[in-house]
């Protein structure tokens, strides 16, 4: 299915507010306390109440809108449609945040054309609404990113060694061990580091150039799909390692020249 900018306008309307309306309501939830509902690859790995309620709200505003498409999300199980469209949703990306209350967590939706796997879908609008700050990050293919009213750009010429990175570990312990390791190896090769919680963040931030750089290894479609196409309408660059799409093997993004240079270094350490 071939998409034009206009449609692709209209779609991100539509996943604007409905982010936000599920923001809201996410922030009134939170205000009335939080606990654990369940656990899920570890004991760290947790789901609330309020991930639960924020993507059945989501799914609700979505059928009621578009009947036909289809649906993958976090926190529930995929819902086929027969649209060729669907919806990649992280209800709250950043869900440990929420429940220790950090103002750094998000509702991320990209509406993608095609399966939800980045290797295989066109993305064609994302929006990531940090509903503590009201900060909307947003783009649409051929439409450009902004974050509110701002066009946003990437930070260009900004040499590896100057470079502010962000990045994320996962929840087991042998993954988060070799996530480890892989941080000693670029730490001293970088002007710092930045862990903020939410990848969809991360990568809003990379577009608005409060980080220069991000990478993460073990990171699904929901958490990437919105924040990814906000980085490449912004000028920059996403993928994984030696050439491939980002995956949940790794996720690289940066201005192109950086990219580059930090895909280099992470190859030196990750096979
Ligand atoms: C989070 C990611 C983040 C990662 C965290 C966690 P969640 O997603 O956005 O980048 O470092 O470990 O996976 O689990 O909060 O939706």
Redesign the pocket.
């Known amino acids: 299915m071939t998409h034009d900018a206009a449609a692709s306008a209209d779609l991100l309307a539509l996943a604007r507010r409905i982010a936000l309306v599920a923001g809201e309501h996410a922030v009134e939830e939170r205000r009335r306390g939080i606990s654990v509902a369940a656990t899920k690859s570890t004991p760290t ?1 947790i789901v609330t109440a309020v991930d639960r309620d924020t993507e059945e709200r989501i799914r609700s505003m979505i059928l009621d809108a578009r009947p036909d498409d289809g649906i993958f999300g ?1 926190e529930e199980d995929t819902h086929v449609g027969s649209s060729g469209l669907n919806w990649v949703v ?1 209800p ?5 945040n929420l429940l220790y209350d950090i103002p750094a967590w998000s509702v991320s939706i990209a509406v993608v054309d095609g399966p939800p796997d980045p290797a295989h879908w066109n993305a064609l609008a994302g929006v990531v609404v940090n509903p503590v700050s009201g900060e909307v990050f947003e783009a649409s293919l051929g439409g450009g990113a902004r974050l509110g009213d701002r066009e946003l750009h990437v930070n260009e010429d900004v040499p590896l060694n100057r470079a502010l990175v962000a990045t ?4 087991a312990v042998e993954r988060r061990r070799s996530q480890a390791e892989v941080l000693v190896h670029v730490l001293p090769r970088i002007r710092d580091i930045r862990r903020i ?4 963040l ?1 990568l809003g931030a990379l577009a608005a150039g409060r980080l220069d750089a991000y990478y ?1 290894i073990g ?1 699904n479609p929901w ?1 990437h799909a919105a924040g990814g196409l906000i980085v490449r309408e912004a000028g920059g660059r996403i993928g994984g390692l030696r050439g491939e799409a980002e995956s949940d093997r790794m996720l690289v993004a940066a201005a192109p020249a950086l990219f580059d240079e930090l895909t280099a270094l992470l190859e030196e350490t990750v096979v």
Do not use: H, K, M, P
Not at 168 to 171: D, L, W
């Open positions: 790995d976090e992280d709250i990306d950043g869900t440990v994320g570990f996962g929840y919680g939410s990848a969809a991360d993460e990171l958490d």
